[in-house]
């Protein structure tokens, strides 16, 4: 009897000790609550365990609900952040310049499997400072023209198309607009540079010259013109002025019959507005450079330069961007992933409207005068005047050169 | 020996009766101020380790636009604010302690606002104040019959005053409110009223529907106040902030109201005063402490206002809602840049200070605490 004992007694100690032995690195991903979390936690079953478990490595995602960037920087600060996490374009600079975020170059140079030439470049060079990688992007957006197509064909109007200038898609509105007497309009505009801004690019207009922003620039005052004209001509409405927060809201509305959005639209439209019959196609081109602008939205892994998991973290981070997993985020029309490899991806092909809008947001992304959505160090304080000036343009309180000349001393002082 | 023991732990009783809360005090407050001081005298951004640099922050802070404008939004909207909800909760007061049925459930229904988060409340009253939302539209209502309202109105005191005045020279004591005459004062007038808008002697002004941007705009009101206009976005926060404060207050008022001893009344209307004698004689000043509290606490509360101007967020310009408090905010979670914590914190300390001032000569002016303290 005493004997029985002390054998389960080893047993049960030498099952501790292997227990111990095997210890298990954890690695924790920090990143956006909603959506976000069931998608990483798939992707964390679907491609991290296969791969990693046997090396002893997991990885569980802590989604933060509200005010993502301000939780990082806090938990950054106080040490108690994860060891990978997701890093917006808009923001990443700054935590990267203070030194939170591990250099990815010589880690890069001994994965056998992720390699800088399999990222986008454009992507890529939004994360590289002083020629060094601090994140892989997982995926991007960028902006499109989201149209009704129902409300075209009962005015009888063509589509938008990828060959129209500004004047042209103004013509289709007009026609559009004066079909329905009024009861339309045509286009959705935001007051806000990140939907009017893709136009200042189009007309070659440059944000930061010599450290300096520059709202007096002829190109800048004609995109301004022409985006404010359409309020002011009954082609263009605010979302707020028919109840709506944004493009999509007021799409559903099928008061405006378009939008400008990314590809972030389809999962809402097909949940708010299931019978919309939509269409995607690119930004119009400005008539005098030819050239479409656009915006690039990416959001890039990044591995805590404080972390004690950072070869573990890569691991991990190989797995969530390996050509697979990026396969399956495509393919279920979740994000447009980084990989150059997937631009000749069968989906892109595919003949639904979702597909086909991935592909214009896909495609979007290298064409005319693209640059990544971030301005600077001062972000959104940046685009602050810009967007009242929007605003009251559009609300009838303030004239072009008025609500200009108040936004460039603004951004002087910001800048100075 | 045993007389000093139990000597000892009645001295020390208190002090461990404290320490829960002291512990609270000292961790969440005396730390956090005291890091607060000392980062307002220093450089740090949360990640580099903080450099001293004096009283620059302070000096760069009254240079920059954006801290002055936050600086004058705070003191006139707490100036505004507490002014107003000062008098409509004492007047709502009043009037809940009638004796009235159903009183209790007014009392309850007037309370709402004060229980309703404050979330959901800025959340509908963003509706109400969109640029066709339910404020413009009452507005334009307003403006369109205000010519019927007002005919109505001419009538119910016209009728009213001569009903009353042929009381009066059949000698009988009528006051000139007396609700049975003003019952049948607003059927008449209504009857009157009707009967002109049926002829098309009075007709609704045909008015454009009125459009005041309530929250995207930088305009400044009332346009004749010069340097003392606000913009009229803080006036959308300031309508929004009394509509949810004046029940809380009027609790309180209330409960001073019941510790008035009647007595006081009663000898007043044996010498003959009149209802707003009693009101301006008695009721005020026997409710000057009452006032010091609601007048300090809505004070604190509205030089501290913020969760009102995060949630109405880029609905507005932020240099028309900005408060101090915001402001702190702002600055040590700007987006996209380096949080200022330095700056920040001498805000803080700037804000922290300012309170302390305005209370303390809302103390002086109003004499209060002397009482008190006796």
């Not at chain 2, 922290?352 to 002397?370: C, D, M, W, Y």
Request: charged content about 20%; glycine content about 8%.
């Amino acid at each position: 009897m005493k004997k029985g004992l002390s054998i389960l007694l080893i047993v049960t100690m030498l099952l501790v000790f292997s227990a111990v032995s095997m210890a298990e690195t954890e690695v924790r991903i920090v990143g956006w609550g909603g959506t976000d979390q069931s998608i990483v936690e798939e992707l964390i079953n679907k491609f991290v365990v296969p791969e990693l478990a046997d090396k002893g490595i997991t990885a569980v995602y802590e989604p933060i609900v509200d005010d993502f960037q301000k939780n990082l920087i806090n938990s950054l600060s106080a040490g108690t952040a994860g060891d990978l996490f997701y890093m917006d374009i808009f923001w990443a600079e700054y935590i990267i310049k203070a030194g939170q975020v591990e250099p990815l170059d010589n880690y890069l140079a001994k994965s056998a499997v992720l390699s800088k030439d399999d990222i986008i470049p454009s992507l890529l060079d939004a994360f590289t400072f002083d020629g060094k990688v601090y994140g892989i992007p997982k995926d991007f957006n960028s902006l499109a023209l989201v149209y009704n197509k129902d409300l075209f064909d009962v005015a009888g109007v063509s589509y938008p198309d990828e060959k129209d200038t500004w004047d042209d898609l103004e013509n289709k509105f007009s026609k559009l607009v004066k079909h329905f007497g009024g009861e339309v309009t045509g286009l959705c505009l935001a007051p806000e540079f990140a939907r009017f801004g893709a136009f200042a690019y189009a007309a070659g207009w440059e944000p930061f010259v010599d450290g300096k922003t520059n709202l007096m620039d002829p190109a800048f005052k004609e995109a301004f013109n022409w985006y404010t004209g359409l309020k002011e001509k009954g082609l263009g409405v605010m979302p707020a002025d028919i109840g709506q927060g944004w493009g999509g809201g007021a799409l559903t509305t099928e008061k405006v019959a378009a939008a400008l959005e990314g590809a972030w639209v389809l999962g809402f439209l097909r949940d708010n507005a299931p019978n919309l019959k939509y269409g995607v196609t690119f930004l119009p081109k400005n008539p005098r450079t030819g050239q479409p602008g656009n915006f690039i939205y990416t959001v890039a892994w990044g591995i805590n330069a404080n972390s004690k998991n950072k070869d573990a973290a890569f691991k991990v981070m190989e797995a969530l961007t390996s050509p697979a997993a990026q396969q399956w985020v495509l393919e279920r029309g979740l994000a447009i992933p980084s990989r150059k490899a997937l631009a000749d991806n069968p989906y892109f092909e595919k003949d639904t409207p979702e597909a086909q809008a991935n592909k214009i947001v896909f495609l979007g992304a290298s064409a005319g005068n693209v640059k990544p959505f971030k301005f600077k160090e001062y972000g959104g304080q940046w685009m602050d005047p810009i967007n009242v000036a929007l605003s009251e343009v559009m609300s009838g309180q303030k004239t072009v050169d008025e609500a200009l000349e108040i936004a460039q001393e603004q951004l002087d002082e910001l800048m100075k | 020996m045993e007389n000093r023991w139990s000597s000892l732990k009645e001295k020390t009783a208190p002090y461990v009766l404290l320490s829960p809360f002291l512990f609270g005090f000292i961790v969440f407050f005396s730390y956090a101020f005291i890091r607060s001081l000392y980062f307002s005298f220093t450089d740090y951004d949360l990640f580099s380790i903080p450099n001293w640099v004096g009283i620059t922050n302070y000096i760069n802070l009254f240079k920059e636009h954006l801290f002055t404008r936050a600086l004058r939004n705070s003191l006139t909207f707490a100036i505004i604010v507490t002014t107003l909800q000062t008098i409509f909760a004492l007047l709502l007061a009043v009037v809940m302690n009638q004796k009235i049925r159903g009183i209790k459930y007014f009392r309850t229904a007037y309370y709402m606002p004060s229980v309703t988060s404050s979330i959901v409340i800025t959340l509908i009253f963003m509706w109400m104040f969109q640029r066709k939302g339910v404020i413009n539209y009452l507005l334009t209502l307003l403006h369109q019959y205000g010519l019927t309202i007002g005919v109505f109105l001419a009538l119910l005191a016209g009728i009213q005053f001569l009903l009353v005045f042929k009381e009066k020279l059949r000698g009988r004591q009528v006051e000139y409110l007396e609700p049975s005459y003003i019952i049948l004062s607003i059927i008449l007038a209504s009857i009157i009223t009707y009967v002109f808008k049926d002829f098309g002697i009075i007709k609704p002004i045909e008015a454009k529907a009125v459009d005041i941007f309530w929250l995207n705009t930088r305009e400044k009101v009332p346009f004749w106040a010069g340097p003392f206009a606000f913009p009229r976005p803080l006036g959308a926060i300031m309508i929004l902030n009394i509509w949810t404060t004046v029940p809380t207050f009027m609790i309180l008022y209330l409960a001073g109201l019941q510790g008035i001893p009647k007595a006081l009344y009663e000898a007043a209307e044996v010498d003959g005063a009149k209802g707003w004698q009693k009101f301006w004689y008695i009721t005020v000043p026997q409710l000057k402490h009452i006032t010091f509290l609601v007048v300090t606490l809505g004070l604190i509360g509205t030089l501290q206002m913020f969760d009102q101007v995060k949630i109405i967020g880029n609905q507005a310009p932020l240099e028309s809602t900005i408060t101090l408090a915001y402001y702190v905010y702002q600055s040590a979670f700007p987006g996209a840049s380096a949080p200022k914590v330095g700056m920040a914190s001498a805000a803080a300390i700037i804000l922290a200070v300012l309170t302390l001032t305005v209370v303390l000569i809302q103390k002086v002016f109003s004499g209060e605490g002397r009482g008190l303290r006796d």
